[in-house]
């Protein structure tokens, strides 16, 4: 999503790398460009000005650091600043009722239903919570059949009332049901339109009224840019929402709705969404943000992806396989399914420091796994179990034929993976598997 503005930034921080120090002088430039970069990635100007301000004081307050260049300390000022524009910290989310109610709001398309069955999910999986979604919006039935469709798939129960036309009895008598039912968490989905009017913002107070939530959220499509900015603050004034939902992160857009919807409403982007996939969400951490934007990757999130998938049982049988040589086409595959498990590749490769640059020209495609995946399930059970055997040619030459590659690709695909063989048994040897195994892909929970 911030590519553009991942680009633009990284020019603009050229022109002050290699100075001996910081003076107001040779950050004018630089200072130009951000500002520049920020209303291209469709910040409102007023902030985008105020943004840079902030930073020039910031970096002409402080004495450059003897082990820190200039250029290392702007970058750093400036992501700071971005964290703060964003809202600072990760926000707190209020789940104290008994039932917990979360209330829903939003336009029409903006991901709420989506959202809702996203919210669920990870309340259930993650929290240990036992949800139950309500369908409010009583003027689209496709809205109810999709949040019912949504609530089979990830095991959730969906309450609605079919013949109710009033979404204000539907979020009570759904709150009543949990309560008899044991449920510790009710998520309202409400009716969105396709712009703001009266009626609707009167519908969605009245339903907050009379259900007090814990929780409202506004949901917003962050690939509406700075409308969606426009549509937050008109609902705060009405609704006065505790925080924001970005969905749809992962789209093709310039950003200033992330940028800068928290530091227009005064309120915190409290989830964002990506994909339709219904685990593709999760709390929003402005300062993890602020750095995938400057190019710092995101190592935090990856190992806390990485830590889901693994556990320490198998991590260490690994490593005892490792130890003696035994690392077979089945443990590749298998771990090969857990990373994909975690993300894209290009998603995950662009968490780690320094790579999203590299990887801004290159396409890292999923469908080379696959590629993978296709060999190995070509082989028999006993070829999987002793890599050796793919010594003989003939073997290989009928994997190429079942998986529908090229006897090449196999051949390199073989040859890789006895390079990493032996690269993991000489770590092992020298005492560095623990070490490297505790990260990724074969980490330690």
């Known amino acids: 999503m911030f590519d553009n503005l991942q680009d633009r930034l990284e020019k603009a921080f050229k022109n002050i790398k ?49 082990a820190v260049q ?44 989506t959202f809702s069955a996203k919210l669920a999910m990870l309340m259930k999986t993650k929290h240990g919570k036992k949800p139950l979604l309500t369908a409010c919006d009583v003027y689209r039935p496709a809205a109810v059949e999709q949040l019912r469709v949504l609530g089979e798939q990830i095991n959730c129960p969906v309450y609605l009332e079919l013949d109710n036309k009033n979404p204000v009895e539907i979020a009570q008598n759904a709150i009543e049901h949990a309560k008899t039912r044991g449920y ?38 962050s690939m509406t840019g700075q409308d969606a900015v426009n549509v937050a603050k008109a609902f705060n004034d009405r609704l006065n929402f505790n925080g924001v939902v970005l969905t749809k992160l992962d789209g093709d857009s310039r950003g200033g709705a992330a940028l800068s919807i928290s530091y227009i409403v005064e309120k915190p982007i409290k989830f964002i969404s990506t994909g339709e996939k219904l685990d593709k969400v999760d709390f929003f951490h402005p300062d993890r943000m602020a750095q995938r934007i400057l190019g710092m990757g995101d190592v935090i999130s990856l190992v806390e992806r990485a830590q889901e998938q693994f556990d320490e049982k198998e991590a260490e049988k690994l490593q ?70 793919m010594s003989d040619s ?42 490297a195994l505790k990260g990724l892909p074969f980490g330690k929970r």
């Open 394 to 435: 003939s073997r290989r030459l009928r994997l190429a034929k079942g998986s529908g590659n090229s006897i090449q690709e196999v051949n390199q695909f073989v040859k890789q993976f006895e390079e990493m063989r032996k690269m993991m048994k000489q770590m092992s040897n020298m005492g560095m598997a623990g070490k």
């Open 70 to 113: 200039p250029g290392q300390q702007m970058v750093k000022i400036v992501k700071d600043e971005l964290a703060k524009l964003m809202g600072g910290t990760k926000a707190d989310f209020n789940l104290e009722g008994k039932p917990a109610v979360v209330l829903l709001a939003g336009l029409q398309g903006s991901g709420k239903t």
């Open 320 to 389: 005892a396989k490792i130890r003696k040589n035994q690392f077979n086409f089945n443990d590749f595959l298998n771990q090969l399914n857990q990373i994909r498990k975690m993300g894209s590749i290009k998603e995950l490769m662009g968490m780690i420091p320094g790579m999203s640059k590299q990887l801004k020209d290159i396409d890292v495609s999923d469908k080379d796994f696959k590629k993978i995946e296709a060999i190995i399930l070509s082989m028999t059970e006993a070829e999987r179990e002793d890599p050796k055997m």
């Open 18 to 66: 290699g100075q001996g120090k910081i003076t107001e002088l040779n950050i004018a430039a630089t200072l130009k460009d951000i500002r520049r970069a920020l209303v291209e990635a469709d910040v409102n100007y007023k902030i985008a000005k105020e943004f840079t301000d902030n930073v020039k004081s910031k970096v002409m307050g402080e004495e450059v650091l003897l």
């Open 184 to 221: 510790n968490l009710v998520i309202v989905d409400t009716a969105g339109r396709l712009s703001i009017d009266e009626d609707m913002m009167s519908e969605i107070a009245n339903i907050k009224n009379a259900i007090n939530p814990e929780e409202t959220l506004f949901v917003v499509d």
